[in-house]
């Protein structure tokens, strides 16, 4: 009888996930603005061919690499030059263990042009 629940129980806990979850640590924050960072950089560059290296395959199946040219250069002819940006609304969370997955919510960046 013992074995059996001793099987029951551990098969229990085989089922069960080990997830560890953090939401907006500051580091991940940090890492965020990196890729921020560098996009800007890069599109005041002009720099569209390493633009595009900062987005999956899966964005442009969704928007296609000509359409979001198409919308780099009307946001540029529309508004002129980017000078300066600012993330000022962010959200983040990272599960980490039998599931791991990260999530980042970039909301807000002003811009100045």
Same mark, same amino acid.
């Not at 595009?52 to 899966?58: A, D, E, G, I, T």
């Not at 983040?92 to 100045?112: D, F, H, R």
């Given at each position: 009888m013992? /074995?059996? *629940?001793?099987? +029951?129980? #551990?098969?229990? &806990?085989?089922?069960?996930?080990?997830?560890?979850?953090? @939401?907006?640590?500051?580091?991940?924050?940090?890492?965020?603005?990196?890729?921020?960072?560098?996009?800007?950089f890069?599109?005041?560059?002009?720099?569209k /061919?390493e *633009?595009?290296? +900062?987005? #999956?395959?899966? &964005?442009?199946?969704?928007?296609?690499?000509?359409?979001? @040219?198409?919308?780099?250069?009307?946001?540029?002819?529309?508004?002129g030059?980017?000078?300066?940006?600012?993330?000022?609304?962010?959200?983040?969370?990272?599960?980490?263990?039998?599931?791991?997955? #990260?999530?980042?919510?970039?909301?807000s960046?002003?811009?100045?042009?």
């Amino acid at each position: 009888m013992k /074995k059996y *629940v001793l099987i +029951l129980i #551990s098969f229990l &806990f085989i089922g069960c996930s080990y997830d560890k979850i953090y @939401e907006n640590r500051e580091s991940d924050k940090q890492d965020a603005q990196k890729v921020i960072n560098k996009f800007y950089f890069l599109v005041q560059e002009n720099n569209k /061919k390493e *633009v595009f290296k +900062l987005f #999956s395959n899966r &964005f442009f199946q969704e928007v296609g690499k000509e359409r979001f @040219e198409q919308i780099l250069n009307k946001t540029d002819n529309d508004f002129g030059k980017i000078q300066d940006y600012e993330l000022t609304n962010s959200w983040t969370q990272i599960i980490k263990g039998s599931n791991p997955i #990260s999530k980042y919510e970039l909301g807000s960046v002003s811009l100045t042009v």
